[in-house]
């Protein structure tokens, strides 16, 4: 084949991947980035907070109250004490004598028979009085008072799912804005895609649903054996378009504490990355065919570079789809209320495009540990 014409079907894909990745960005994302959160007044029915905590005295000491302690008339808080070793269980028979919305549910070691956290949520919901279920995490604290109130908001007769915003405290080092980065982008995906009406994951730190619904769909009984995926594979086989909302004003927010090293925080996005294989299958060709594209989109421009090809319109491509980008990120940044990251967004995006291929090939060959 002729060099020029060679180089030619180059350029030719090289535009083909930016037009599709402009689709993501202005089609896609650009639902999120301009989605204005309309008010809606709450039935004020009752919720019932669930959380699996192993080991976890110090968080439990921190966040807890903050939870028992919210602004909302008709709530308990159910703490499942997943065979913990440490001073949990002091502390949870003192705050129940502090809180009487406060239940708790001892599990044994060898009361779980699965690794991860399913068996012990599953007791917990099992467990819980209300039809309204809430999920977070022991790590996670409410940003505001009005946390129940704003995701019980988005219940009724249809929507049976409320995905909302877990994000991480903000810290200073390198990899603070790693994860955060990481975390906001994930966000950004999820909400969008439920946007368009195809949502496919929520993130247990910060997630709501329905008991009824939970039991309907026979709970995460079809994933049990994964160690996990008690938020985003229920979420994935059960979610639609009817009965799946948003919520993510900032008051709605949860907020984690970070990992703050590198090989731990790797082992967790390693567990989080084992999940996606198990996605239906239209959500892998969605959300493969951004990253193909993206990647196609980097090598291409870099070839076309390198051979000096029509630098002016290539450039010109990429400075397009470039400032798509920091755009629409932007806007979607703001929504969350999340800030100093968007001008790292090219760098980071590299940087994933680098590190999530790595980590899914060395899943390959390690054996995955329970939860905690």
Known sequence: MNDNIFVFIIFIIFSISALIQLIYYWKVYGSFAFYN??????????????????????????????????????????????????????LLEDFSKKYNNLKVVKLKENLNFFSGKKFPLSLGIKSAKNELIILTDADCRPRSSQWISLIEENFSNNKKIILAYGGYEKRKGLLNKIIRFDTIQIAIQYFSFALIGKPYMGVGRNLAYSKSLFYKNKGFISHYKINSGDDDLFINSVADKQNTSVEFRPESHTTSVPETSFSRWMKQKRRHLLTGKYYKMKFKILLGGFSLSQGIFYLTFIFLLANLYNIIIVLSVYLVRLLSQLFIMKKSFNQLEEKGLIWFSPIFEIFFMLIIPFLSFTNIFIKQKKWK
Do not use: W
């Open 37 to 90: 959160k309309k008010p809606i007044s709450g039935s004020g029915q009752g919720v019932s907070v669930v959380i699996s905590a192993r080991n976890e005295y110090i968080n439990l000491k921190k966040n807890l109250p903050i939870i028992l302690e919210q602004d909302y008339p008709d709530f308990e808080v159910v703490v499942v004490n997943d065979s913990s070793t440490d001073d949990s269980n002091d």
